[in-house]
């Protein structure tokens, strides 16, 4: 088994994929660009749009040289707004991160990222009192929150 583990590395090998296999690593193609973001950006933009691109555009998102406010409105941009909660290092807040995804356009992903945040900061002893606070802070549906008031609330350690 032959692992990437630089950039130039996981290109070859993604290029020797066939496209179904290439959108589920490219996430994690997208992350071997620490350092060098704009050979990352380089190699997206190349991408045709579809879920290869997507997932690449989540990886590089993940990225400390990546802003999401560089990328152009539409798909990409929402796709590296989802790859930016997941960054590397101290995970933000749970309002924080409600934050961005609000940012997001493509309501099907805003709704779908909006789960994700909830799931993961209910199931955190820190992060609940924050997560019911965000909640509520949101304009979003009451059928998005109403799920999560219950878990927020009456979830025990």
């Known amino acids: 088994t032959t692992v990437a583990s630089t950039a130039e590395d996981a290109l070859s090998l993604m290029g020797m994929l066939p496209p179904e296999a290439a959108a589920r690593v490219a996430r994690t193609v997208g992350t071997k660009f620490r350092g060098a973001p704009e050979r990352g950006r380089e190699w997206v933009m190349s991408l045709p749009p579809g879920p290869v691109r997507m997932q690449a ?6 990225l400390d040289g990546i802003t999401p406010d560089s990328v152009p409105p539409g798909p990409d941009r929402d796709a590296a707004l989802i790859g930016s909660l997941y960054r590397s290092g101290m995970v933000p807040k749970p309002g924080e991160r409600l934050r961005t995804v609000m940012e997001i356009a493509d309501s099907t992903l805003r709704r779908d990222a909006f789960d994700m945040v909830m799931e993961e900061s209910v199931q955190s002893t820190t992060n609940r ?10 304009d979003v549906p009451d059928d998005w929150k109403e799920r999560w008031r219950g878990k927020s609330a009456t979830k025990r350690d």
């Open 57 to 62: 555009w989540e990886g590089l998102g993940s």
């Open 129 to 138: 009192a924050d997560a019911q606070t965000g909640l509520e802070e949101f």
